[in-house]
């Protein structure tokens, strides 16, 4: 081959790489390769769909009898998102008791009888971070419940998690290799 054909088959195959970086191709023997998202299309902690483009990280979030955390990761404009899990939580009852936005994060509360739900979004480099976090209510006036703070197992499908323990008072830990920088508890 002469070399003008070279060079223009060079940048015609360049260009087509370039354009076919934006597509967004899939794996598609997986949900999500790097870490494990799946595309489960409802909450089970709500019983509620979740937007399309939304993956489930079960390793990420927790469940027990009295509510749970649920983890969702996907490439929807984060007021998508919140916009169409608003009007999913209204049309079955929920109540929105408090939203905040500043800048890339938000969070929102809502209640419904003795229940609350509190959903927190974020915008990041790899899309929108949906937490669902679901329990009963607690009474008003209620103190902070000491088994809150203690090391706790429980699972999720068949994953296993323990939560983490408060650290302890008066106990000292070392940072960066030597004695330089140290983090007391009070």
Do not use: K
Not at 54 to 64: R, V
Not at 120 to 134: A, K, N, P, Q, S
């Amino acid at each position: 081959m002469s070399r003008p054909l070279v060079i223009l088959a060079s940048c015609l195959v360049a260009a087509v790489l370039a354009g076919c970086a934006d597509v967004n191709l899939r794996n598609p023997f997986t949900s999500d390769p790097l870490t494990g998202g799946q595309n489960v299309g409802t909450s089970r902690l709500l019983s509620l769909t979740i937007p399309a483009g939304m993956q489930l990280y079960p390793t990420h979030g927790s469940s027990t009898t009295d509510g749970g955390m649920e983890v969702y990761r996907g490439r929807v404009e984060m007021t998508s998102v919140a916009l169409y899990m608003h009007s999913g939580l209204a049309g079955q009852g929920w109540n929105l008791r408090l939203t905040r936005r500043q800048g890339s994060r938000a969070v929102s509360v809502y209640e419904r009888a003795n229940s609350v739900v509190v959903l927190t979004l974020e915008r990041t480099t790899l899309g929108t971070l949906l937490c669902i976090w679901t329990g009963e209510r607690m009474p008003d006036g209620a103190g902070l419940p000491q088994n809150v703070w203690t090391a706790q197992t429980g699972s999720v499908g068949s994953e296993t998690y323990q939560d983490f323990t408060a650290p302890q008072p008066q106990s000292t830990e070392s940072w960066g290799g030597g004695s330089d920088l140290q983090e007391h508890n009070l």
